[in-house]
């Protein structure tokens, strides 16, 4: 049976870029992969490449849980979990790392980004993500991993770091497919659309996050930096703000782009960024009710239980394995 494996840092708030690239996606393959097996986990080891809060992210995994069952997960098809409570990812992400170059980890484009932006140390773990990410996707010989388009490199490293150690000790790991979605695989900041919307940005204006009330979010779409073209077009050379609006109206309308275009074609930008403000609202609005409905349930507890034994039944057999290709351990007679 396929696998398909994902998660998302429990760092930040979650923004409408961590929506529309990864969680309603990966809902939307769940419903379109009957045959499909779901495994999906709030990487909360990732978070700690950099400094957090303790209570603050204790508070945040919850959330981050919480919200992928509210954007419709469907915890009855998905083994539901939190990273660190399955220890075999660090474990084989130390193996890994045996099995990855420096050099190719220093080329990163995040770890780059990242470490520059970093003010105190930069730790050892910041440029070995890339590797616990690795053994996250092949600890369950994940066949494809839907991820926005801003985790395309680190794929591709865990590509390239599973067919080194099968050529090395023999077919042992799937190899991974990337799935990125054509459209809304890279939401931009509403202020500074050459920038990713990302938790981590310093000013929260052009940001709409998952926890926004109606109010805020229409008046952040309101203000989102356009153009002095007045075309309704979609053009993300000439007109990128414009165009990251349509894309957000796309993916929440269920509309294609050209689509949008032509729906408002002949109108200014205002009218479509009143629209586009409703639309936003409605939907994150919607999603805020069911998180509610989920945090009062008393559920996630179960979910997330149930979740991490059967990561762990799967996870610690291949580590095993995993263990036995390399040498390490005694000979069992
Ligand atoms: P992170 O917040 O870095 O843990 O990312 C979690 C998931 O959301 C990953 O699959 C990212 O690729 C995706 N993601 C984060 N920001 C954006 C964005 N601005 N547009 C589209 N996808 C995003
Ligand atoms: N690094 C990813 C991000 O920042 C989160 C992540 C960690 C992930 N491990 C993963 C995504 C495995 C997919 C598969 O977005």
């Known amino acids: 049976m396929k696998r398909i494996v994902s998660g998302i840092q429990p760092s930040g708030t979650l923004t409408l870029g961590n929506y529309i690239g990864a969680i309603k996606r990966f809902v939307e393959l769940q419903q379109s992969l009957p045959d499909c097996e779901f495994y999906l986990?709030?990487?909360?080891?990732?978070?700690?490449?950099?400094?957090?809060?303790?209570s603050e992210m204790r508070r945040r995994i919850r959330d981050v849980a919480a919200m992928y069952l509210a954007a419709g997960i469907d915890p009855d098809?998905?083994?539901?979990?939190?990273?660190?409570?399955?220890?075999?990812?660090?474990?084989?992400?130390?193996?890994?790392?045996?099995?990855?170059?420096?050099?190719e980890l220093e080329r990163m484009t995040q770890f780059k980004d990242k470490s520059k932006k970093q003010e105190a140390g930069i730790t050892?773990?910041?440029?070995?993500?890339?590797?616990?990410?690795?053994?996250?996707?092949?600890?369950?010989?994940?066949?494809?991993?839907?991820?926005?388009?801003?985790?395309?490199?680190?794929?591709?490293?865990?590509?390239?770091?599973?067919?080194?150690?099968?050529?090395?000790?023999?077919?042992?790991?799937?190899?991974?497919?990337?799935?990125?979605?054509?459209?809304?695989?890279?939401?931009?900041?509403?202020q500074d659309p050459a920038r990713k919307m990302s938790k981590s940005a310093e000013s929260d204006k052009g940001l709409i996050t998952l926890y926004d009330d109606p109010a805020s979010i229409k008046r952040k779409i309101k203000s989102a930096v356009t153009d002095s073209l007045g075309l309704m077009n979609y053009d993300e050379e000439a007109q990128p703000g414009l165009a990251n609006l349509i894309t957000i109206y796309s993916v929440l309308g269920g509309l294609s782009p050209e689509a949008v275009v032509a729906k408002y074609q002949g109108q200014g930008y205002a009218q479509f960024k009143e629209d586009l403000g409703n639309l936003a609202a409605e939907s994150i609005g919607a999603l805020q009710q069911k998180y509610q409905e989920i945090i009062a349930s008393g559920r996630l507890d179960e979910i997330l239980d149930r979740g991490r034994d059967a990561a762990h039944l799967y996870a610690s057999r291949k580590m095993e394995k995993c263990k036995r290709k390399i040498g390490l351990g005694r000979i069992r007679k």
Do not use: W
């Not at 986990?41 to 303790?54: G, K, R, W, Y």
């Not at 990273?83 to 099995?99: D, P």
């Not at 910041?126 to 801003?150: N, Q, R, S, W």
């Open 124 to 190: 050892s773990a910041l440029l070995t993500y890339p590797v616990l990410m690795a053994a996250d996707i092949l600890l369950y010989d994940a066949d494809a991993v839907p991820v926005g388009e801003d985790q395309k490199q680190h794929l591709e490293i865990c590509r390239d770091i599973a067919i080194r150690f099968n050529n090395r000790y023999g077919e042992f790991f799937t190899v991974p497919e990337p799935l990125i979605p054509k459209v809304g695989a890279r939401i931009m900041d509403l």
């Open 41 to 54: 986990f709030v990487a909360d080891l990732h978070a700690i490449t950099v400094p957090q809060e303790p």
């Open 77 to 103: 098809r998905t083994v539901l979990f939190i990273q660190s409570e399955v220890k075999e990812h660090a474990e084989l992400g130390y193996l890994l790392q045996c099995n990855t170059y420096i050099g």
